[in-house]
């Protein structure tokens, strides 16, 4: 018996594979290339008509409502570093500094990853700290949130689920909302109202005199989500708000009555960052035109008044667009710089930007990426911060890399400017200036 098995396994050995013809494909290769989705039209330098320069002297809140933008911001050409000063706590493993600092009345507002608010005067002077961390909690239980300022007031949301009012000489609290979940999100202030969206599903307008609730509007709860919830976008009648499960809604300001919904739908094919429907391209208002993108590689462009669906773009928005011109530009998920015709969405220019970082070793050291972050029109060409230690010019028309300076410890929030200076927080907890 033991004879006749071994000599049928030599004769089933024996027996050559049947291979079948034709090409060979991966299958993540056949997901990643199938279709329109990943032909890359060819880069184009089309001519753009740039707003003017303005001199503007502050940088109060999220640049995605057009009352409240600098189009083209003055900057010098060159940039130099002019100082840098400490605001607390940097980058920790599970702690990131992630809040944008935002400008106003000569001070710059940051917040670190210990939940610390810094007020820093023009000339790199800390003016005054305060911690967001409640009495009852430790200030490693919650990270994030967002500044607007306007009439000597700072408004900042926590991840504590607060938002808070702030004499912006000071520091002092005027007031304080609990709301029902974290505010990792920046808040928009306008006319005497502030709002925000508190969990990513939950929109709020809060009285700016005295922290009451005007309005409350809910969305639809989403676990697929990042960090941060989108800024409103304001006009004079309507506010936009955006949820996380890729749900964009716009309200009158004044009532809180629902205009319309709208869906960011569709994403990456063969990728896993498809699952994450989040909105991280915050829903921005130029002209009669609403943009938002999401994480997972689709920005939309709605009509402002109906929310119909212009068109869709295969490219990811990772943060806030800007517009400008014929034009809207963003940092896209596949890290590039991208220019998209504002009227078609049609992709006019795409450059690369640091993105993945492979290890030496990747048995003792896990894979990472830089994050990029901007983009910001500023003093002819389009400004991006990196973590990998460069803040990058690139020329509007063209997409071509203009100039680049370092900053130490690599950039984690989005460049302001404001008073001809750039401010940005470094990942060692240090605001840095240039001019």
């Known amino acids: 018996m033991a004879g006749l098995l071994g000599a049928t396994l030599l004769a089933a050995c024996s027996e050559r594979e049947a291979i079948l013809p034709g090409e060979r494909l991966g299958i993540r290769e056949v997901l990643q290339t199938r279709g329109a989705d990943e032909a890359a039209p060819a880069n184009t330098a089309r001519a753009i008509n740039l707003p003017g320069q303005v001199a503007n002297t502050s940088w109060p809140q999220s640049p995605v409502s057009p009352f409240v933008r600098t189009d083209h911001a003055a900057l010098a050409s060159g940039l130099s570093p002019l100082w840098s000063v400490n605001i607390g706590q940097g980058d920790r493993r599970r702690h990131k500094l992630n809040t944008d600092p935002v400008a106003s009345g000569g001070r710059i507002f940051t917040l670190d990853s210990a939940n610390q ?163 991280t391209g915050d829903p921005l208002i130029a002209g009669n035109t609403v943009f938002a993108g999401n994480f997972s590689g ?61 290890r030496s070793n990747p048995q003792k050291q896990r894979d990472r990426t830089h994050a990029n972050l901007g983009p910001i029109l500023a003093g002819g060409r389009l400004i991006v911060a990196s973590t990998d230690g460069q803040i990058r010019s690139f020329d509007p028309v063209s997409g071509a890399l203009v100039g680049s300076t370092a900053i130490d410890g690599g950039a984690t929030t989005r460049p302001i400017v404001a008073g001809g200076v750039l401010y940005v927080v470094a990942g060692n907890g240090q605001l840095h200036a240039f001019r």
């Open 117 to 279: 608010v810094t007020a820093v005067s023009s000339s790199g002077q800390v003016l005054w700290t305060r911690d967001l961390t409640p009495l009852r909690d430790d200030n490693s239980q919650a990270q994030g949130g967002g500044f607007a300022a306007a009439d000597g007031r700072l408004y900042v949301a926590s991840g504590f689920g607060t938002l808070s009012a702030m004499d912006a000489a000071t520091g002092a609290e005027i007031w304080t909302q609990r709301l029902d979940s974290t505010a990792t999100g920046a808040p928009t202030y306008r006319d005497g109202v502030v709002y925000l969206t508190s969990g990513d599903n939950l929109a709020w307008a809060i009285e700016a005199q005295d922290g009451r609730i005007r309005w409350q509007i809910d969305g639809v709860a989403d676990i697929n989500n990042v960090a941060g919830a989108p800024a409103p976008a304001v006009d004079d009648q309507r506010v936009v708000f955006a949820y996380g499960n890729g749900t964009l809604q716009a309200a009158f300001r004044q009532g809180g009555l629902r205009l319309w919904n709208a869906d960011i739908a569709g994403g990456r094919e063969g990728s896993a960052i498809a699952l994450i429907d989040d909105v």
């Open 298 to 358: 689709r920005t939309v462009a709605f009509d402002k008044a109906s929310g119909e669906r212009l068109w869709t773009a295969k490219q990811g928005a990772l943060g806030p667009m800007w517009p400008a011109g014929d034009s809207v530009f963003l940092v896209s998920d596949r890290n590039q710089l991208v220019r998209l015709d504002a009227t078609t969405g049609s992709q006019i220019w795409a450059v690369d930007l640091p993105g993945y970082v492979r």
